[in-house]
């Protein structure tokens, strides 16, 4: 059935509406970042987080978080998820399947995507070098700066934009919001793990988080042009 003139003037409207769309998002996004980065070098947000890390904490033993051994090992399960070991071996496999089945330019996407999330967390780290926290013992391995939490950043960046990229090939609007919405509960998900963990402060995990979905966001839409523009796959 041929498409209605109306039906082809909401296309083309919500075409011209995305790039600002976008825009607002990612700038909304930075701001935040910004804004979260400024009170925690100034050390205004202190308060918070203590008392955030403290709600996760037994009461009757404030040097072990709520739940028991089983409780954490789950907890160190889910933080492996965001974990570079993982990410990466993920990345590498969902490239090399891409490879094998002819698609070169979405095989660099990828890299470019994720891989470019990496680097600028590690610049983002390097930069603010912000300790870790030291209420408590640490219940995982770590070794780097802690604002933003690279896990929280690299779980957004890769399962965002590897979410995006599934639901890309799916005409279903369920099958669509499931994947979209799988990728935001591990994020999330992982996140939450590393306050449990005592390894980071909820505002790195915020940060993270931020600056995550914002250059996830950037990278499926430069991929949304790209192949509008050139007809790409």
């Known amino acids: 059935m041929p498409a ?11 075409c011209e509406l995305l790039p600002f769309a976008v825009l ?16 925690v070098l100034h050390g205004d947000t202190t308060t ?3 008392a955030i890390l403290m709600a996760t904490r037994d009461p009757a033993n404030p040097s072990q978080p709520f739940g028991s051994p089983t409780v954490q090992n789950v907890a160190r399960d889910i933080t492996a998820l ?21 698609k070169q330019r979405v095989a660099l996407y990828v890299i470019v995507a994720i891989g470019g999330g990496a680097i600028i967390s590690y610049v983002l780290k390097t930069a603010i070098n912000r300790p870790r926290p030291e209420l408590f013992q640490h219940l995982a391995y770590v070794t780097t700066a802690s ?4 896990h929280s950043m ?12 599934l639901a890309n090939l799916q005409n279903n609007r369920r099958l ?3 994947l979209i919405g799988l990728a935001i509960f591990i994020t ?27 250059w996830a966001q950037v990278c499926d839409f430069v991929a949304y042009t790209v192949k509008r523009s050139t007809r790409i796959e």
Do not use: C, N, Q
């Open 4 to 14: 209605r003139s109306g039906d082809t003037l909401d296309g083309a409207v919500r």
């Open 24 to 39: 607002l998002i990612v700038a909304g996004l930075a701001l935040l970042f910004v804004l979260l980065a400024g009170e």
């Open 48 to 50: 918070f987080d203590r």
């Open 82 to 102: 965001g974990g570079v070991a993982l990410l990466t071996f993920i990345t590498l496999a969902v490239v090399v399947y891409l490879l094998l089945i002819g």
């Open 147 to 150: 604002f933003p939490s690279g």
């Open 154 to 165: 690299l779980s957004a960046t890769t399962y965002l934009t590897l979410g995006a990229l």
């Open 176 to 178: 669509k919001a499931y």
């Open 188 to 214: 999330i998900a992982v996140g939450l793990s590393r306050i449990y963990l005592a390894v980071h402060w909820p505002t790195d995990v915020l940060a993270g988080w931020m600056a995550g979905a914002a």
